[in-house]
């Protein structure tokens, strides 16, 4: 079946401290994999996605490597922000358009 | 210009009462979604419609029951409310061909009492 494990929150930084935040999946097929964000009251937003083995996505400083030897779609940043406090959700995508989340990963950023 | 809008977006109510939530997209999808986030922040997909067919359906009681108008449209209909209800539902549109990205809607609180 199709799953997503992401790691456990939540997640505490100081500002322009490095981020990790680990996803794996278990998929059937060849799934495109995604990192979704939920700021405090607002709806999820794409944050980034990758739709094959090797490819990375990136935006806003995050970035995200398909390793299909490893089933695993981690988010990195390189210098957090306050305002990048949020949730962050891993997700896959299968046909038919199915999405499947992880538990969602909740960052805090103080300064 | 909003592309996925819910109404209303606080929606608090008694044990036993029916209620329905709006969602519309004026993204020209033909794909829409309801999902549900507990307290956990778990989401889970309930019900997606495409061309006004239903074509996931996963294990939610038969309370839950979408209507989709138009393509523009999927309501959220759920009868005889429950304690365990009480969630954020988030609707969202997608176009049906390739892996398209899913947009969403900004979410309704529904607190059931």
């Known amino acids: 079946g199709n799953s997503v494990t992401q790691m456990e929150g939540p997640v505490t930084l100081s500002e322009e401290a490095f981020l990790t935040i680990n996803c794996t999946y278990t998929?059937?097929?060849?799934?495109?994999l995604f990192w979704y964000v939920q700021y405090p009251g607002e709806g999820l937003q794409l944050l980034l996605k990758a739709t094959k083995a090797d490819d990375k996505g990136s935006n806003k400083g995050f970035e995200a490597t398909y390793r299909k030897e490893t089933t695993s779609f981690h988010l990195e940043k390189g210098s957090v922000q306050v305002s990048d406090s949020a949730v962050y959700f891993c997700a896959l995508q299968t046909g038919a358009n199915n999405l499947f989340f992880g538990t969602g990963t909740r960052l805090t950023v103080i300064p | 210009d909003t592309a996925v809008s819910q109404t209303p977006k606080y929606l608090v109510t008694q044990m036993g009462n029916d209620k329905s939530i709006k969602c519309e997209q004026n993204l020209g999808h033909d794909t829409m979604y309801w999902y549900k986030q507990d307290s956990k922040k778990f989401l889970k997909i309930m019900f997606s419609?495409?061309?006004?067919?239903?074509?996931i359906n996963e294990t939610v009681p038969n309370r839950f029951s979408p209507k989709s108008p138009d393509k523009a449209h999927l309501n959220l209909h759920i009868n005889s409310l429950e304690l365990g209800d009480s969630a954020v539902y988030f609707c969202?549109?997608?176009?049906?061909?390739?892996?398209?990205?899913?947009?969403f809607g900004p979410g309704t609180r529904l607190t059931v009492l």
């Open positions: 969202a549109s997608s176009s049906l061909t390739g892996y398209n990205e899913q947009f």
């Open positions: 998929a059937t097929g060849y799934p495109s």
């Open positions: 419609y495409n061309n006004k067919e239903l074509i």
